[in-house]
């Protein structure tokens, strides 16, 4: 009687449970997790969708999946140390949304080379998205084409979160 758990979730608490699970995996605080499904509010497609391909074409998580860096933490501070460069460009802004062709490369200071070539051999057995393009032997990648859906690897259900922040 007394002290017995609810244990079914409200679609609320699912809900919310499948936004703060991205944001965590992301990385991200709320107003700019927010300000990002905005964004893909805008945007033409299907919502949820749309603020995927956003968060995986974010800086921080490109270098992350390039091999770059251990984690997607890791790899936020590599960026913010001005050890990228993005076109040929220095670039210290992790949550800067690259687009299709763009090339992301480690800086050519001899410390920025060494710590992206030992997480590289790593990410290679984890295995490198099939939306880039890594040459090792140069440090960089290449955008080769935005991901499909298909091709996104949280498994998350965002129609949950387009549902929360429609309210």
């Known amino acids: 009687m007394h002290g017995q758990r609810r ?3 409200s679609d609320y608490g699912t809900q919310l449970r499948e936004k703060q699970k991205l944001r965590r995996t992301y990385g991200m605080q709320e107003t ?8 893909a509010l805008k945007g033409r497609g299907i919502t949820g969708e749309k603020l995927l391909q956003l968060l995986e074409m974010r800086l921080d998580n490109l270098v ?19 050890h990228i460069t993005v076109n040929g460009k220095k670039s210290s802004i992790p949550s ?14 001899e410390h920025s080379k060494n710590y992206a070539k030992q997480y590289v051999e790593q990410a290679e057995s984890r295995g490198i998205v099939s939306w880039l393009a890594l040459d090792k032997g140069q440090l960089e990648g290449r955008i080769t084409h935005i991901p499909t859906r298909e091709e996104i690897a949280p ?8 549902e ?3 309210k």
């Open 64 to 82: 992350y999946r390039l091999g770059f860096a251990p984690s997607r933490r890791a790899a936020r501070q590599f960026v913010l140390h001005g």
């Open 32 to 39: 700019q997790f927010r300000l990002f499904f905005q964004r």
């Open 164 to 166: 929360l922040y429609s």
């Open 96 to 109: 800067t949304v690259l687009k299709d062709g763009d090339v992301v490369a480690v800086k050519s200071v």
């Open 7 to 9: 244990n079914k979730m």
């Open 155 to 162: 498994t998350v259900n965002e129609q949950l979160i387009v």
